[in-house]
């Protein structure tokens, strides 16, 4: 019969625990102390621990003392972990869910993902694009929108890449359009595109970086 580790205790200044006396990742190991590497105070895996510290039963739990600290397991990180098991969604997955928005026209799933004060086309010295202009705020950024839809037709949107760290996403995509008054072709290999996020996971500033020149010539009668 294997041996289970459930209501393992240790590590409470780190907040962290580890099981004892082996088990499945750690066959034979000293029951005294934290060999394994990711357990959680009360059965399972969240925590790393110290491999120093001791571990007791539930049947011999540590003696408190007015300077041991209560461990504190964080309610939302508790249920998250081991209910859902999956990571908080990061930036990446929100502009990967963007472009897939985009892809089937569902312009208000990405508007509802901007900040209220976002900055779109940030930097822009207002390249004479109509679509590629600068705007303040996200009932603006709807113009965009609906510029882009009424001059112009998209026959490839394809991101190639999307790179993230920190609060910044760079998205690489190639990029195929008509304008609809010409009937010219404008093609973007290679299209960037530049998505910063704050702290609540909205995009707080964007911005194409584009051929310009490519789209002006294009919009030339």
């Known amino acids: 019969m294997k041996r289970r580790n459930a209501g393992v205790k240790c590590c409470l200044r780190a907040q962290t625990a580890e099981p004892a006396g082996g088990g499945r990742n750690n066959p034979g190991a000293d029951p005294g102390i934290c060999s394994g590497r990711w357990v959680r105070p009360y059965g399972g895996c969240l925590y790393p621990c110290r491999r120093t510290a001791l571990c007791r039963?539930?049947?011999?739990?540590?003696?408190?003392t007015a300077a041991s600290p209560?461990?504190?397991?964080p309610p939302g990180l508790?249920?998250?972990?081991?209910?859902?098991?999956?990571?908080?969604m990061n930036n990446v997955e929100r502009v990967e869910q963007m472009y897939a928005a985009f892809g089937r026209g569902a312009i208000p799933e990405i508007l509802e993902r901007l900040a209220e004060d976002v900055e779109w086309e940030y930097g822009s010295n207002g390249a004479p694009v109509p679509w590629l202009q600068p705007r303040k705020g996200r009932a603006a950024v709807t113009g965009f929108f609906q510029v882009l839809a009424e001059q112009v037709e998209i026959t490839e949107f394809s991101p190639k890449a999307i790179l993230g760290q920190g609060d910044l996403v760079v998205g690489v995509i190639d990029v195929r359009a008509r304008v609809k008054a010409t009937g010219r072709v404008v093609p973007e290999p290679d299209e960037v595109?530049?998505?910063y996020f704050n702290q609540q996971g909205l995009v707080r500033k964007f911005r194409h970086r584009a051929d310009t020149w490519a789209a002006v010539e294009a919009l030339k009668p």
């Open 193 to 195: 595109h530049l998505w």
């Open 78 to 88: 508790l249920r998250h972990v081991v209910h859902n098991r999956r990571p908080i």
């Open 57 to 64: 039963s539930p049947q011999a739990p540590p003696a408190r």
């Open 70 to 73: 209560i461990p504190v397991v």
